[in-house]
DNA sequence: GGACGGTGCATTTTT
DNA sequence: TGCACCGTCC
């Protein structure tokens, strides 16, 4: 293939610093919009056609399997590009339909099959399809190929098993799903149970490590790991095998993060052993034909409450790179040039997310010009609101003739929020769609001929076998499987050993030994030629011989004929998966089922209003937003109002909203607000609102926008750790690198770099058997020693 | 085993 | 307010 440059000469200065940088670390610091995801697939094209990488070298990992898809689109895309120059010396579009497929079905097998692109967690689950069997957990579980992987919900119903049956917890003091995220928690900061009950030693502490110590035991014997041991199990197998380590190392020998401000502390871990060998940070100096390139925003960390820690972003320079001062450094780029929004847009951003203290100093600069104003707007209540928002959209959708309903989003922070704006849109008989919502695969038509799939692969799966055992209806009452339960819980197996075997059916079973027994047969069979048999053909059995579509089918309310649609669909998707994939198999198929949420499969109307959380718009884009309920309480959070860290995230929420528009932005409030019913409650104009520049904004009522809120108020409502502006020791000069300090609980330390300017700044200080913190000055004593 | 009503609960949620 | 879940009753 003759290489041509031409993808690199589309890029400005800073991306193509970044997109050349070849071996050894390199932090992209990605401001909104600044072209991140070009930057990320031009880097590998350059890799691959400039460097002579092996694409089976290259692992990049993102966090959504949109974003996934998305880079493998537009690298394929690229790569057919270059190849039609090559080749043909014609840009792509003006080769014929045919030529077109060949080059992009050659370019699919030499390059696209090889790279490995995903989500953390799929990667994840394909190291584990070689090499789960290597693995043992230190109480000595085990886990087999042919694991399942459990939900949010399979994993909330275990927990709540362990706090009613094992444990005799009261479940509503051990709520489910808070236990269950303590747990998720603990694992992602890579806790076990006796360091989480050593962290917590309160009663509520000690009971959760012990629920937590039997969900372990409880995955472990249905053959089951959850999306936290997805990731941790091969961080725990990587430190505990040499040689499985040593493979994926030389393996992946460049490798690219997307979303860095999102990673929790295993996927750090995960990515840190992958590129030291287990060596860590410090002692690693071979990047011989070797990177790591991640690519973030501290700005847009929103997932703090899943975990996600954006001090690992900020660290990387320090883990990894040479931490040189911005002018002097090699291993950090920013890409600060925006191509999305106009200068309004980006000035009122950049104003904002001022106000937090805990991030790395960059501005978005506007390549746009000034554009139109922003408006505020006070409403009476929320459905007042609603119509001011709808009724802005009615009036820009008819006067412009460049925008349609799909260029219009309205976001919010709640998804209660949206019932308000709906009624409205439907009384205007506005189309519009609401994002988020229940998954495709989540719905429980989709759940229940899973659970016989996964029973199906993975006989172990106590949790999809209790879902189905009865279901359809066929006679095995809940005292049936107590007593079936019950005998493997005394021998200690799984529920279908005790299943599968006929002569203790007979015994166990009673007076549904019948139906029990022929269910046996039914799924065995099924488990026997799962190997030699399509997964297809599989599913189409379970289909017809378990009498599930039947028994929708006699029912035949809407309810029942929009189940049969979705299993349906499910049904294509088993068939396209297998023409996807040469190696499909009902194990892959299910990994992949419950590893992905797509349920944007509404490409039937797609010229619609958008509705979503701000959560859910991270990475999308719009002509006009609308940024509605910005009410202190509801945004920022009541949740929020008393910790410093959380205002600053909801701060960032509030960024990454604004971020979105294009062209026009609108913010809104409302006076009152009815919560959960009946209370109606005055509220007070959300705080960032007063931290906006008001020459940008115009209001369309006199009190749409509050002023600036005074320190003391500010205060007031942030009870704890309080910036002190006037404390010694917060402005940049009274810092450098190597300073020796000390700290009333971590001890004496060496600061090690200084992040942020003038007298807004966080200090990473190393502390010796400690570690690396960063803290800062303003809200934290720290004593300087030298 | 299903229909019914009472009770309690209620951010955000990439996988 | 709206729903999910549970226990009760038939």
Redesign the pocket.
């Known amino acids: 293939m003759v290489t041509t440059v031409d993808f690199l000469q589309q890029l400005n200065p800073s991306q193509r610093q970044a997109v050349e940088h070849f071996c050894g670390p390199l932090l992209v610091v990605a401001g909104a919009g600044s072209g991140k995801t070009r930057a990320l697939t031009a880097r590998i094209a350059n890799l691959i056609l400039n460097r002579r990488v092996d694409p089976g070298n290259i692992l990049a990992v993102t966090?959504?399997?949109?974003a996934a898809r998305e880079m493998k689109e537009r690298i394929e895309k690229l790569f057919a590009e270059q190849e039609a120059l090559a080749r043909h010396s014609k840009p792509l579009h003006m080769l014929s339909e045919y030529e077109q497929i060949q080059l992009r079905s050659y370019v699919y097998k030499t390059f696209l099959k090889e790279l490995w692109i995903g989500?953390f967690?799929?990667l994840c689950s394909r190291i584990l399809r070689f090499d789960i069997e290597k693995y043992q957990s230190p109480d000595g579980q085990s886990w087999t190929k042919s694991f399942s992987i459990f939900d949010?919900s399979d994993a909330q119903s275990l927990v709540k098993s362990i706090v009613i049956n094992q444990m005799n917890l009261d479940d509503?003091k051990f709520?489910p799903r808070s236990v269950r995220f303590a747990i998720s928690n603990a694992k992602n900061q890579g806790q076990t149970p006796d360091e989480y009950e050593e962290a917590n030693p309160t009663f509520k502490g000690r009971a959760i490590a012990e629920v937590y110590r039997y969900y372990q035991r409880g995955l472990s014997a249905n053959n089951a790991l959850d999306?936290d041991d997805l990731i941790r199990v091969p961080v725990q197998l990587f430190r505990q095998n040499e040689q499985v380590l040593d493979y994926w190392h030389r393996r992946f020998r460049h490798i690219l993060v997307d979303?860095y401000q999102?990673t929790n502390r295993t996927q750090y871990d995960l990515i840190q052993l992958l590129t030291t060998n287990g060596k860590g940070n410090q002692s690693f100096d071979d990047w011989k034909n070797r990177s790591v390139f991640v690519v973030g925003d501290a700005d847009q960390s929103i997932?703090s409450?899943?975990a996600?820690d954006f001090t690992i972003l900020m660290g990387f320079q320090k883990e990894f790179g040479d931490g040189l001062a911005d002018e002097e450094t090699e291993t950090l780029v920013k890409l600060e040039e925006n191509y999305r929004s106009t200068s309004n847009i980006l000035d009122v951003a950049n104003h904002l997310i001022e106000n937090n203290t805990e991030r790395i100093e960059k501005i978005l600069r506007a390549t746009r010009g000034e554009g139109d104003a922003i408006f505020c707007h006070r409403a009476d209540n929320e459905a007042m609101e609603a119509e001011y928002v709808v009724s802005q959209i009615r009036n820009l959708e008819m006067k412009n003739p460049e925008l349609n309903w799909k260029d219009f989003a309205i976001l919010y922070r709640?998804?209660?929020q949206s019932r308000a704006m709906e009624e409205v849109l439907t009384r205007f008989s506005i189309p519009y769609k609401v994002v988020?919502g229940l998954r495709f695969y989540d719905r429980r038509e989709i759940k229940d001929i899973l659970a016989y799939l996964r029973l199906v692969v993975n006989p172990a799966d106590s949790v999809s076998l209790k879902r189905i055992i009865?279901t359809p209806?066929r006679?095995i009452?809940k005292t049936t499987l107590d007593n079936l339960d019950k005998a493997a819980a005394e021998l200690e197996v799984p529920l279908w050993d005790i299943m599968k075997d006929e002569t203790s059916l007979k015994t166990l079973a009673g007076r549904a030994s019948k139906s029990a027994i022929a269910f046996s047969r039914m799924v065995s069979s099924w488990q026997e030629r799962a190997d030699t048999v399509s997964p297809t053909e599989i599913v189409q059995e379970v289909l017809e011989n378990t009498g599930y579509l039947e028994e929708l089918k006699s029912k035949g309310t809407e309810e029942d004929l929009n189940r049969i649609e979705n299993i349906q669909e499910l049904y294509s998707a088993v068939a396209q998966f297998e023409e996807e994939n040469e190696d499909a198999t009902l194990n892959t198929f299910l990994a992949n089922a419950a590893?992905s949420?797509d349920n944007d499969k509404d490409n039937d109307e797609n010229n619609q209003v958008t509705l979503m959380?701000l959560?859910?718009s991270k990475g999308l884009e719009f002509a006009v937003v609308f940024l509605v309920g910005l009410e202190q309480g509801l945004f920022p959070?009541f949740?929020?109002l008393e910790d410093a860290a959380a205002i600053e995230e909801e701060r960032r929420l509030c960024y990454v909203g604004i971020t979105r528009a294009q062209d026009r932005l609108f913010l809104s409030h409302a006076r009152e607000r009815r919560t959960?019913?009946?209370m109606r409650e005055v509220s007070t104009p959300s705080i960032f609102l007063s931290e906006l520049p008001r020459d940008y904004i115009m209001t369309t009522v006199p009190s749409a926008l509050p002023e600036r809120w005074a320190t003391t108020t500010r205060e007031a409502n942030l009870k704890n750790p309080q910036p002190n502006l006037n404390k010694p020791g917060t402005h940049e000069d009274d810092w450098s690198v190597g300073v020796p300090v000390n700290h009333k609980a971590f001890g004496e330390g060496k600061v090690t770099h200084i992040f942020g300017a003038g007298n807004k700044i966080c200090l990473a200080i190393h502390f010796p058997g400690i570690g690396k913190k960063i803290i800062d000055p303003r809200t934290t004593t720290i004593e300087r020693l030298g």
């Open positions: 966090f959504t399997n949109k989500t967690h799929s949010e509503r709520n999306f979303e999102d997932y409450f899943r996600a709640t998804n209660v988020g009865n209806r006679g009452g590893l949420s959380t959560h859910a959070s949740r929020s959960y019913g009946h």
